[in-house]
């Protein structure tokens, strides 16, 4: 094994607050091309199914959700919208 493979997130999901757009942007990315799935969160719809959109050219999986995470009242719905999806689990990794 070489040490990229040590860094895979195979079977993990990953949440990104900010993936509409720039950093959070490349960081969903970066996560999807190391095997990860996405819920992808940030205000705008358009922006995060764009880059869904890329996140499912990689073989990955992406769960929009938009949300204000600035709007603490919102944050709840979120959160249970994430953990309510059938994400994949891993019984163990190699």
């Given at each position: ?10 079977d993990r999901v990953a949440v990104v607050t900010g993936a ?61 919208k994430v953990a309510g999806n059938p994400w994949p689990t ?5």
């Open positions: 094994m070489n040490i990229i493979d040590s860094f895979r997130l195979d509409g757009k720039g950093i959070g942007e490349g960081i969903a990315v970066g996560l999807a091309e190391a095997g990860a799935d996405l819920a992808l969160v940030a205000r705008t719809r358009s922006d995060l199914e764009r880059v869904a959109e890329e996140i499912r050219t990689l073989g990955r999986r992406a769960l929009v959700v938009p949300c204000d995470v600035a709007d603490v009242t919102a944050v709840p719905a979120t959160v249970q891993t019984t163990s990794r190699s």
